[in-house]
């Protein structure tokens, strides 16, 4: 687990690498008006208090195991993506709310979404030349 810096005096929260996580389990999601991106590692559902990392990042503890169970990325548009727009590629996969895909795919620093169609189309053609020739299928000689 990577440790994160606390601004306050209580000891550092140890956060979840990748290997910790099942991600079929993740969920994001955004929401426009508040500007904030939640990263939920397990059930939302479990009761959790936010405790400060910065003035833009918290993470959320679960209350009975102490456990970091999410993140809360505040400013995510105003301060997170400016500063760097790779974190824009979160929307990719997150519930919006407030905000549409074709507006995300709009943002400053967003791949224009013809250019993710093209690409996507492409890989997949790529990997379908690969298969092999349906049973039956005729080969020219």
């Known amino acids: 687990m990577a440790m994160i810096e606390q601004r306050s005096d209580a000891p550092p929260r140890q956060l979840p690498t990748a290997d910790d996580v099942d991600l079929a389990n993740v969920s994001v999601s955004y929401d426009r008006d508040s500007d904030m991106l939640l990263i939920h590692f397990t059930d939302r559902g479990r009761a959790g208090v ?7 990042l918290a993470t959320l503890v679960d209350v009975e ?9 505040e400013d995510f ?7 760097d ?14 905000i549409t895909p ?4 709009a943002l400053p620093g967003a791949a224009p979404i ?5 690409s996507a189309v492409a890989s997949l053609l790529d990997d379908l030349a690969t298969f092999p020739q349906p049973i039956g299928a005729e080969t020219s000689s």
């Open 50 to 56: 936010v405790d400060y990392v910065s003035s833009v």
């Open 65 to 73: 195991t102490e456990e970091v169970v999410g993140l809360q990325v």
């Open 77 to 83: 548009l105003g301060k997170v993506v400016a500063s």
């Open 85 to 98: 727009p790779r974190c824009l590629d979160l929307l990719e996969v997150a519930e919006l709310r407030g």
């Open 102 to 105: 074709h507006e995300v795919a």
């Open 114 to 118: 013809v250019d993710r169609r093209r």
